[in-house]
């Protein structure tokens, strides 16, 4: 959702590339309706941070919560930035409660992520 948000909210700056190091192979289903929800019409993919070992950045944000085992370290070039979130995607419950997790995390993003970037 980071890559999508970034993209729609302050592209004409930023351009976000998103990757994680274990990825599903799918965008969740859920976060797709999350930002269809707020007009974003996400077609972006899966990706494995191995694709932009060699790319040099200005920022990197990792997202991924303190306490989750798989948050990949990067060794690019860039400034870091953590700012973490729960997954959405491991939430446990009802549609509902598995469909608030990924609006809650996306509004998140939204109020934070943007101004990490213009700081």
């Known amino acids: 959702m980071a890559e999508a948000i970034v993209n729609a909210h302050v ?3 930023w351009e976000a590339f ?6 599903a192979g799918y965008v969740h289903p859920l976060a797709i309706k999350a930002l269809a929800e707020i ?9 494995s941070i191995d ?6 950045f200005d920022a990197v944000i990792t997202l991924c919560d303190q306490s989750d085992d798989e ?6 070039k860039g400034r870091i930035i953590h700012n973490p979130y729960s997954d959405p ?23 934070e992520i943007p101004k990490l970037l213009d700081n």
């Open 11 to 13: 592209g004409d700056r």
């Open 18 to 23: 998103s990757a994680g190091s274990r990825p």
């Open 39 to 47: 007009g974003i019409d996400h077609q972006g993919r899966s990706k």
């Open 51 to 56: 694709e932009f070992r060699d790319q040099a």
């Open 71 to 76: 948050c990949p370290v990067w060794l690019g």
């Open 89 to 111: 995607a491991k939430v446990i419950g009802s549609d509902t409660e598995k469909m608030a997790a990924f609006r809650g995390v996306r509004d998140e993003i939204i109020a």
